[in-house]
DNA sequence: CATACTCAAATGTGATCACAAAAAATCTAT
DNA sequence: ATAGATTTTTTGTGATCACATTTGAGTATG
């Protein structure tokens, strides 16, 4: 049978396309420079190229894709001024929310982050590498999720987005880097209502990434 | 005849159905609330369904366009804690492109925005709201263009973007508000690389917009 | 007058297709 | 063997279609 139409609520061909090509990217499972072509997505997801596009389309005003002149589309190649200019962002985006969370950084909240630290841990430990990028992740989220600016908050997902293939492809095997014990310092922060050195770790954390590269 | 491709370098059709679109929300042309349908675009651009709904998926990523849950497309209508959520990033990210050009905001660059504003101000008496919004953007793009951020950019314009049809329509016929005066104090902080006073000034400019919607 | 029901028109979705351009593969001449 | 020409395959684009669902006007019911 056929099925073009959809109850409201359920979620479309093109959403779930979409969540699973978004995930990909930003989990690193794909190539800076590899491409990809709408017909092999679509036989990938067992759909037509129709809700595939909508995805690309959608994907590449994010940021996530580049669609070339000719139309070919590919994981985009991060020149190391666009690569620095990402971290800056995710550097003054971050503080401003780690700013706006930490008054309503309640004991709910730091046991949460604790729990998802240990998580991490454990990731590292039994060598789970999405596990571990996901958890990390899920830390930063959950206390932005805090400041309750979803533009904002929408906003740096964008740009993890973008980092995701790049980050993941020159960490290599070494994604392993032990985050753990910067987290129990903005742990500590929080709970000292330390707004200064909340600001200073979240930028270490970040600017961290920064010699990646070489 | 039929015309399916494209020689590399052309603009697609879907390209400047973006364009068009883009540009109406940005102007505000466009009601907040207002609801548009593909049929009706296409329609009015002259072209089939395809392109415009690929407009439409990106414009929606961008957050000028929402669809709803049963798939119907409208002009987003801003509560007031979301248009001030968006002037707060606009101010922070203003601040940051401002101090990034400041340096580099030689006497060319100072010619051109001066010339922008003697436009404003001709625009202003001759009542051309559209051009007088235009160059106003353009006055403020002139000089975060020196900034050398592109991405930072583009993130601001989208922000421009989700204000258009709210900023235009709580204006009204006010749109006529006079800036050139503040201008004038831009450029003097430029001339003077004084870069307190142009943060000030331009958080100033950005923040004057809060309370039209009392 | 308000509320529930009916039904036709309007709408977005996903599928499919033809086509031009680009890319890849094959062939040819030197 | 290699570079250039030619053919074949791949690919995104724009158009069109059927269909499920939604919407909204009209109607009946209380």
Redesign the interface.
Known sequence: MLVTG?K??NISVHGSVYKNLRDKILYGFLRPGQSLTLRSLASEFKTSMTPV??SV???????ALKIS???RITIPVLTIE?FN??L??RS?IEA?LAIKALPKAHIALIDRLESINLDMEMFAKSFEAMEYIRANMEFHRSLYLRAQ????LS?LENVWL?LGPTVKHALGENWNIVKQSEHKNILSALNNQDSSQLIFLIKKDVLGCQNIFM
């Open positions: 959809r409201e609520g596009r909508d389309r959608r994907l590449t005003a994010e940021g002149l000719s139309g666009r200019e990402l800056f962002i003054i401003e600016s979803p533009i904002m906003i973008q």
